[in-house]
């Protein structure tokens, strides 16, 4: 299941315990369609790429951390590795979406 992280603290401990793997990102919002429609898209990556770990932050519930990633769209899956940021595309695409996670993982 994918973490839906509550607040910047829990996002640097989960970034924390995370540093030898790929880390996917998706910012979201309640009230974004696209978003809404990536979550179950998001959701299934999670179980085709164990070696990744997949969180997800509400900007709406977690501004923080959206604001410490640059957030200006939605939605936007930011990629770490040892907590640096090494990607990030904003958009609705499955392919781009797998296509990162092959390439970065």
Same mark, same amino acid.
């Given at each position: ?22 880390? *996917? ?11 809404? =429609?990536?979550? #179950?898209? +998001?959701?299934?990556?999670? $179980? ?10 509400? *900007? ?11 957030? =200006?769209?939605? #939605?936007? +899956?930011?990629?770490?590795? $040892? ?23």
């Amino acid at each position: 299941m994918v973490l839906d992280i509550a607040n910047k603290a829990q996002l640097d401990n989960s970034i924390a315990k995370c540093l030898n793997m790929l880390m *996917v990102i998706d910012f979201n919002a309640k009230w974004c369609g696209p978003c809404q =429609e990536m979550k #179950p898209i +998001f959701s299934r990556m999670e $179980n085709q790429y164990p070696d990744v770990k997949f969180v997800e932050v509400d *900007v709406d519930k977690n501004y923080e951390a959206a604001e410490a990633y640059g957030i =200006e769209a939605l #939605p936007t +899956f930011v990629f770490l590795r $040892n907590g640096k940021k090494i990607a990030q595309f904003c958009g609705t695409s499955k392919t781009c979406l797998r296509n990162a996670i092959e390439h970065l993982k």
